[in-house]
């Protein structure tokens, strides 16, 4: 079955520290995978594709298809990046991803 | 442009009666899905629908059930409400739903009590 896994639930880092927030996914296939972010009492939002290939907000995200990983990167943790992210999987039309678990991601001054 | 809307924001159900939340996808946006979000099991896909046609769909009981408008406003339906069902419900829209760019709504938070 398809899966996603964000093994960690609570990552606490100061500011300027460097940030990567892990992601590793189960699908046999070509999978698309995001990136999706909640800032505190905001709707959820679209952060990284991992076809687009760009940086947003600084952060950075690669397809690793051997380790079936997609982690988050980013080089210097701001506060304002303090949220939840959440990664997740889409497999084929039709609209349906599979999300993980969620990461808080706090970012300490 | 104006984004996704859902409504109500909030709602208090009673266990067993039956409750219907509406999502008005951006406009233009043909595809629309439902999730469900809890603290234990996190955010789950319920069904998604295309041209008002239900093109794919989740691991919840049949008492869970959408559809949409020709407009591709959709609604979901959930009967026989039971505690379990508390939860928060986000609709997410796109333009054709294939390789997506999903745009979420604030959700509508529903406790059953």
């Known amino acids: 079955a398809q899966r996603v896994t964000q093994p960690e639930k609570l990552l606490s880092v100061f500011k300027g520290a460097p940030v990567e927030l892990k992601c590793n996914y189960s699908y046999s296939g070509s999978p698309e995978l995001f990136w999706y972010v909640q800032y505190s009492r905001q709707r959820l939002q679209l952060l990284l594709r991992?076809?687009s290939r760009e940086s947003i907000k600084g952060f950075t995200a690669d397809l690793n298809k051997g380790e079936t990983s997609f982690h988050l990167k980013k080089p210097f943790a701001q506060e304002e990046d303090s949220a939840m992210y959440y990664c997740a999987l889409s497999y084929n039309q039709g609209g349906k991803l599979i999300f993980g678990q969620g990461t808080e991601l706090s970012v300490k001054p | 442009k104006a984004g996704v809307t859902q409504t109500p924001r909030y709602l208090i159900k009673t266990r067993g009666q039956q409750v219907t939340l509406s999502c008005s996808p951006i406009?233009?946006?043909?595809?629309v899905s439902w999730y469900q979000q809890t603290p234990g099991q996190g955010l789950q896909f319920l069904f998604e629908?295309?041209?008002?046609?239900?093109?794919n769909k989740g691991n919840f009981p049949g008492r869970f059930s959408g559809r949409q408008f020709s407009n591709s406003r959709s609604e979901m339906n959930v009967s026989t409400l039971e505690l379990g069902d508390s939860a928060l419900y986000l609709c997410a829209s796109s333009l054709a739903g294939t390789g997506p760019g999903y745009t979420f709504g604030s959700g509508t938070r529903l406790t059953v009590v």
């Open positions: 991992h076809i």
């Open positions: 406009s233009g946006h043909r595809s």
């Open positions: 629908y295309f041209s008002e046609t239900q093109r």
